[in-house]
């Protein structure tokens, strides 16, 4: 059973940062292409960020471009979201994500990932 769990939420002042973590089990599941997305409340999820399987290429929304940073550590099987500047519209729930399909023009699409976390709460305060 592949479980994806995130951590690093919180509350934080705008202008502050903050460091997502998700981290796959078992150690030995892999993905070529893992992502985050966000929801935040009576809105849809949308696409943050992805990472394709060496790293070497990234997609990021243009709303965090500058911002926000997504890494992988495959041997730790990890995946990060550095998240600096934060601003109260950064506020909603943020999922890590994982897909089976290489990095390509859909990694922006939800339903290119089969593997999501439970979410963790991102709060911004003004």
């Known amino acids: 059973q592949v479980q994806l769990v995130e951590s690093g939420g919180g509350l934080v002042q705008a202008g502050g940062s903050l460091r997502l973590s998700c981290a796959a089990s078992p150690r030995t599941f892999s993905s070529t292409t893992r992502a985050w997305f966000r929801q935040a409340p009576g809105k849809e999820r949308e696409f943050v960020a992805a990472?394709?399987?060496?790293?070497?290429?990234?997609a990021y929304a243009d709303s965090v471009k500058g911002r926000f940073t997504i890494s992988r550590s495959n041997a730790k099987n990890t995946l990060s979201l550095q998240m600096n500047s934060l601003k109260p519209e950064d506020t909603a729930v943020y999922y890590c994500?994982?897909?089976?399909?290489?990095?390509?023009?859909?990694?922006?699409?939800?339903?290119?990932?089969?593997?999501w976390g439970q979410g963790t709460q991102v709060t911004v305060s003004a």
């Open positions: 994500a994982s897909s089976p399909v290489p990095f390509g023009p859909a990694v922006e699409a939800p339903n290119e990932y089969l593997y």
């Open positions: 990472i394709d399987w060496s790293g070497g290429s990234t």
